[in-house]
């Protein structure tokens, strides 16, 4: 027998990175919000690599952070190990990595939701949903409770219908040894929401007691730590080391032995991988020719031994793994401590859904995160984020908050996965963003805060610091286009000394900064006036100054882009109705429902001739609607 349990504005499937920053979004706007979550140990879970951050979603854990959200904060308290990749290429690409003390970081993000208000967490397991007349009523779990909402956000993950598969040996499991939520499906499904099959998997942990690091090369955290947080300030903390290793012919040579007991090629596993994060047996059969890889040794936090073996994701049987891991310099005597496997899931086609993260079909339902196609536990967060304040928005009968490709890296993600949809795990990289330039990680709050604070989710405390880092900006700009290098011996003789040319009549701070060779540290000596600056505001003015033109060029390209954004499409149009479009494209357009002309244009399958020819019936049926 069902129990009536109470009433929620919003209510919450999950608590793992997507299901925290949505419940997090719901109540700090101000909603009656309930998370349920299979275990209450399983908040904030990574069950696979115990880092935050790294290539293009680093700028999603600062998107998030610039919004209001909660990652970016909780990694830069927990974190063991910091560093910023790619500092060799442009500042568009710079990615800020922390490796995670794992159940640090649960523990305090369990604690945050804990002592939110207008937020309550329960453990149970949600069974089934109450949609009437293509709107959610509510939800009933396992423990016989029924949940009255208004809306609801599911945020799965990797348990729906999980299955585990290591080698010949498969069972009914969630990731990490947990639950699965084996009953949800066959109610998303008798709703008509489309599932799918996805597989990931995770390496083995093993004890590092029983690592011989001398055999390895260290990986230190970068000297000077830069937090996530743009509110966290200065950090200084000792920091872990991490180490690099390579396998070698004689793993290649045991896997190549054991591949006809891979369940990736007996066809056991049949959830699609993810293509951009390939098990160890997949590397080896796929560059057959390459003679090592790259084989990361990562601590998973200061209160355990178990190290994370990164680049050795695997489904191979037990017995071949202690082989596999042993061949491994460095990892010769290895203590396995928790196997590497494969896991499968159930996910729904993520192009069902509105570009605000809502069912097309079914009024107030919401989804986030690898439910959604999506791999990573940032991606899953900047969903989260999204999700919960366009079911805040909703509650509040308010226009959803949509970020757009020029906007964010989250309106990339966002718009990939529901536009054009996905065939495999879905992974965010910088080559994703057209005008990558202007989505830098260092300037994630001046394009989001405001917006997050118009919302109501950025805190006036937040918002007070971003607009003194904002005025300072613009106050350091006006200064040094203002502040003139006289050409004198003192001065050529500085310019000599750093290699750079010297100037025959004065020249402003602004331009002399332009020169490839010259930064904000080896200008030091020709500038009398500088004023006393955090190093963040030197940056964003070095980067202003220095990609003047880039910037420039890509702001007129995203105006183009906006053009096509801001034509929207009337939600009356009948695609079929439409003569000069080609089969293909009235299949795919009615489908999507684009919300304007550039989601449309993004389809794959509608081509630029589909587009004229839509554009030119709006038109028309406007006038005839005298719009």
């Keep these: 027998m069902m129990y009536k349990a109470g009433s929620y504005d919003v209510i919450v499937v999950g608590a793992g990175h997507a299901g925290c920053e949505a419940a997090l979004a719901c109540a700090r706007l101000g909603c009656k919000t309930l998370v349920i979550t299979l275990n209450?140990?399983?908040?904030?879970?990574?069950?696979?690599?115990?880092?935050?951050?790294?290539?293009?979603?680093?700028?999603?854990?600062?998107?998030?952070?610039?919004?209001?959200?909660?990652?970016?904060?909780?990694?830069?308290?927990?974190?063991?190990?910091?560093?910023?990749?790619?500092?060799?290429?442009?500042?568009?690409?710079?990615?800020?990595?922390?490796?995670?003390?794992?159940?640090?970081?649960?523990?305090?993000?369990?604690?945050?939701?804990e002592k939110q208000e207008n937020l309550v967490i329960k453990q149970d397991e949600v069974i089934s949903l109450d949609i009437e007349n293509g709107k959610i009523k509510g939800l009933e779990t396992k423990n016989g409770a029924y949940f009255e909402c208004k809306t609801a956000i599911l945020t799965t993950g990797t348990y729906l219908k999980g299955r585990i598969i290591i080698g010949?040996?498969?069972?009914?499991?969630g990731p990490n040894g947990l639950f699965p939520a084996n009953e949800l499906s066959k109610s998303l499904k008798e709703n008509g929401i489309e599932l799918?099959?996805?597989?990931?998997?995770?390496?083995?942990?093993?004890?590092?007691?029983?690592?011989?690091?001398?055999?390895?090369?260290?990986?230190?955290?970068?000297?000077?730590?830069?937090?996530?947080?743009?509110?966290?300030?200065?950090?200084?903390?000792?920091?872990?080391?991490?180490?690099?290793?390579?396998?070698?012919?004689?793993?290649?040579?045991?896997?190549?032995?054991?591949i006809h007991r891979s369940p990736l090629y007996t066809g056991q596993i049949e959830g699609v991988g993810p293509r951009y994060c390939p098990s160890i047996e997949d590397k080896i059969m796929k560059f057959p020719d390459k003679e090592k890889h790259q084989?990361?040794?990562?601590?998973?936090?200061?209160?355990?031994?178990?190290?994370?073996?990164?680049?050795?994701?695997?489904?191979?049987?037990?017995?071949?793994?202690?082989?596999?891991?042993?061949?491994?310099?460095?990892?010769?005597?290895?203590?396995?401590?928790?196997?590497?496997?494969?896991?499968?899931?159930?996910?729904?086609?993520?192009?069902?859904?509105?570009?605000?993260?809502?069912?097309?079909?079914?009024?107030?339902?919401?989804?986030?995160?690898?439910?959604?196609?999506?791999?990573?536990?940032?991606?899953?967060?900047?969903?989260?984020?999204?999700?919960?304040i366009n079911a805040a928005l909703k509650i509040k009968n308010l226009e959803p908050f949509i970020l757009d490709r020029s906007e964010a890296y989250i309106g990339v993600l966002i718009d990939d996965l529901v536009t054009k949809g996905t065939n495999e795990p879905y992974r965010m990289m910088t080559s994703r963003a057209e005008y990558r330039l202007l989505l830098r990680q260092d300037n994630a709050d001046l394009r989001l805060t405001e917006k997050g604070y118009k919302i109501g989710i950025v805190t006036e405390e937040r918002y007070n610091i971003f607009m003194e880092k904002k005025m300072k900006i613009q106050e350091e700009l006006k200064r040094i286009k203002n502040y003139i290098i006289l050409p004198t011996k003192e001065n050529n003789d500085i310019l000599r000394q750093i290699g750079s040319s010297e100037i025959k009549s004065g020249i402003s701070m602004y331009e002399l900064l332009k020169r490839p060779e010259m930064n904000y540290s080896v200008t030091k000596a020709l500038d009398k006036d500088r004023p006393e600056l955090n190093d963040e505001i030197f940056e964003e003015v070095e980067i202003e100054t220095k990609y003047e033109g880039y910037i420039e060029k890509q702001m007129q390209q995203v105006e183009q882009f906006k053009k096509l954004e801001v034509k929207k499409i009337p939600k009356y149009i009948d695609y079929n109705e439409i003569s000069g479009l080609r089969i293909e494209a009235k299949q795919k357009l009615s489908k999507i429902k684009p919300e304007n002309i550039g989601q449309a244009s993004r389809i794959s399958g509608v081509s630029p001739a589909d587009i004229s020819v839509l554009l030119v019936y709006i038109e028309q049926v406007r006038r005839k609607k005298g719009e």
Excluded: W
């Excluded at 010949?168 to 499991?173: A, I, L």
């Design 295 to 388: 084989v990361f040794i990562e601590p998973e936090g200061e209160d355990t031994e178990e190290m994370y073996i990164q680049g050795m994701s695997s489904s191979l049987p037990e017995d071949v793994q202690i082989k596999m891991y042993r061949s491994i310099p460095g990892l010769e005597n290895c203590e396995i401590l928790r196997t590497a496997y494969a896991i499968e899931y159930d996910c729904i086609d993520p192009t069902q859904l509105k570009l605000s993260l809502e069912h097309k079909n079914i009024e107030g339902l919401f989804f986030a995160g690898q439910i959604n196609g999506s791999s990573g536990y940032e991606e899953a967060a900047a969903q989260g984020i999204m999700a919960g």
């Design 196 to 258: 799918r099959r996805f597989k990931t998997g995770t390496p083995a942990r093993v004890n590092k007691r029983s690592i011989d690091f001398s055999k390895m090369i260290i990986q230190p955290g970068d000297e000077k730590i830069v937090p996530f947080s743009f509110i966290s300030g200065n950090i200084y903390r000792e920091q872990i080391p991490c180490y690099l290793t390579y396998t070698t012919e004689e793993t290649k040579k045991i896997i190549l032995e054991n």
């Design 168 to 173: 010949e040996v498969n069972y009914s499991g």
């Design 40 to 113: 209450l140990d399983s908040i904030a879970l990574m069950p696979c690599n115990p880092a935050i951050g790294g290539t293009s979603k680093g700028h999603l854990v600062r998107e998030i952070d610039a919004l209001g959200g909660q990652m970016g904060i909780n990694i830069d308290k927990t974190f063991i190990q910091s560093r910023m990749l790619n500092t060799a290429k442009g500042p568009a690409v710079h990615s800020l990595r922390a490796q995670a003390d794992k159940k640090k970081y649960q523990l305090l993000m369990k604690h945050t939701l």
